[in-house]
């Protein structure tokens, strides 16, 4: 079940409801599509741009996040992957209302459990250069925004005490780590293996993943860092362009070209023959 018509699509997913209501703002002409097995997408248009928007609600957690996106990449044919929302930052110098672009994301849960202790191995996949440079581009041009581009660790688990020893853990053995957040690995990991789409993820900080997390979020700080990633999202997709030959892309003219010596039919449409000269000079 794939859907050609609405191409050029990009896939904007969210984990929680204010995070997905901050992209939706953006996001005009929305018609909502169900997949056969429930998943349900706002697929609209996002102005001054030829994207087309397919928003997804998916809920909490890695695991989650990665079976969900492969069955939204299958059916939608993306050509780039976003998760946008609120994180935990893991650095002093990262503060609530910033904004964190993952320049790769850590799984922080493999490893192997041994009598000596439990022995990490890294998993960690790279944000898309592409979307990457876009995103640097973009915040040059938002005064409101401070951005760092940084790893995000990705982990099944809410941080709300910098003394734990989870976040000892992440401390130890995932350093620089700029925020930590619980979907940014399985959204990646299936965007690399559906043929290693465009795909990144950009988040807000909405507490410092301490004792103090409570309080920030009762001040309203999740809201203001979900419209922060939202507007960086937003950004990045004005600065990324579609692929070349993408249906809506405007780097394609419509209708025959004259070209002095030549004429262009590409996009043309015919209803009686075509005579052509041929050049003589060749």
């Known amino acids: 079940m794939t859907m050609p018509d609405i191409q050029p699509t990009v896939l904007v997913l969210t984990a929680l409801p204010l995070e997905y209501a901050a992209i939706r703002a953006h996001v005009g002409e929305r018609e909502e599509r169900v997949h056969r097995d429930g998943t349900r997408v706002e697929i609209g248009r996002l102005p001054d741009t030829s994207w087309h928007v ?5 809920g909490m957690g890695a695991e989650r996040a990665g079976v969900l996106t492969t069955q939204l990449i299958d059916w939608l ?6 998760f946008v929302g609120v994180a935990g930052s893991l650095k002093d110098d990262i503060e609530i209302g910033d904004v964190v672009v993952g320049t790769q994301v850590y799984e922080i849960h493999g490893g192997k459990q041994t009598p000596e202790g439990f022995l990490v191995r890294p998993k960690a996949l790279p944000g898309s250069h592409a979307l990457e ?117 405007e780097e394609e003219p419509q209708g025959a070209t004259y070209g002095g010596d030549h004429i262009d039919f590409r996009g043309s449409t015919f209803h009686g023959p075509v005579t052509g000269k041929r050049d003589r000079r060749r």
């Open 54 to 58: 397919a928003l997804a609600e998916l």
């Open 77 to 82: 044919r993306p050509e780039a992957v976003l």
């Open 133 to 249: 440079q876009a995103a640097r581009s973009a915040v040059r041009d938002m005064p409101g925004v401070r951005a760092h581009f940084v790893p995000i660790a990705t982990g099944d688990v809410v941080l709300a005490d910098a003394e734990s020893e989870i976040a000892r853990f992440v401390r130890r053995n995932y350093n620089d780590a700029g925020a930590i957040e619980m979907e940014g690995s399985g959204a990646l990991q299936a965007a690399h293996l559906s043929g290693q789409l465009n795909a990144l993820v950009i988040r807000g900080i909405s507490d410092r993943a301490d004792a103090k997390k409570h309080t920030a979020d009762a001040s309203g700080s999740q809201q203001r860092a979900a419209e922060q990633a939202a507007a960086v999202t937003v950004a990045v997709l004005h600065k990324h362009r579609p692929r070349e030959g993408s249906s809506d892309s």
